[in-house]
C-alpha cells in the first residue's frame, strides 16, 4: 500500500495551473523532516522521469522543462508536500508520483504515493 496519499490533479487548459498535493500520513514526522521529497512523472510510451526535489536543507532541484513554471513545497508540521504547476502545457500531461527518500539514519526505503493523472489540453 501507497504510505503517500496524493490528491489534486485532474483536466485543465493549457496555460492554466495546478496544485498536487502529498501527505505522508503513515511517516513520523523525525523521518519525514529529513527526506527528501519529489515529484516524478510517467507519460505513456516514455520513462518515469523527476520533476522536482526539495531537500531538508531547503534546496530544490527542478527539470528544465518546468523550471520557471512549476514549484515544490513542503509543510514539515503538517507532512505535507506540494506541486504548484503554473503555465501549463500540452507536454505536462502524464500521471504524476510523489517520492519521500529518507537521508542519514533511515536511508535505504523510498516511498510512493500511488499516482495522479494531470491531463493538459491544447
Known amino acids: 500500500q501507497a504510505q503517500l496519499v496524493q490528491s489534486g490533479g485532474g483536466l485543465v487548459q493549457a496555460g492554466g495551473s495546478l496544485r498536487l498535493s502529498c501527505k505522508a500520513s503513515?511517516?513520523?514526522?523525525?523521518?519525514?523532516?529529513?527526506?527528501?521529497m519529489a515529484w516524478y512523472r510517467q507519460a505513456p510510451g516514455k520513462q518515469r522521469e523527476m520533476v522536482a526535489a526539495?531537500?531538508?536543507?531547503?534546496?530544490?532541484n527542478y527539470a528544465d522543462f518546468v523550471k520557471g513554471r512549476f514549484a515544490i513545497s513542503r509543510d514539515n508540521a503538517k507532512k505535507m508536500v506540494y506541486l504548484q504547476m503554473d503555465s501549463l502545457k500540452p507536454d505536462d500531461t502524464a500521471v504524476y508520483y510523489c517520492?519521500?527518500?529518507?537521508?542519514?539514519?533511515?536511508?535505504?526505503?523510498?516511498?510512493w504515493g500511488q499516482g495522479t493523472q494531470v491531463t493538459v489540453s491544447s
Open positions: 517520492l519521500g527518500r529518507p537521508n542519514g539514519d533511515y536511508s535505504g526505503r523510498d516511498y
Open positions: 503513515r511517516i513520523i514526522t523525525s523521518v519525514f523532516t529529513v527526506s527528501t
Open positions: 526539495l531537500h531538508p536543507n531547503g534546496s530544490t
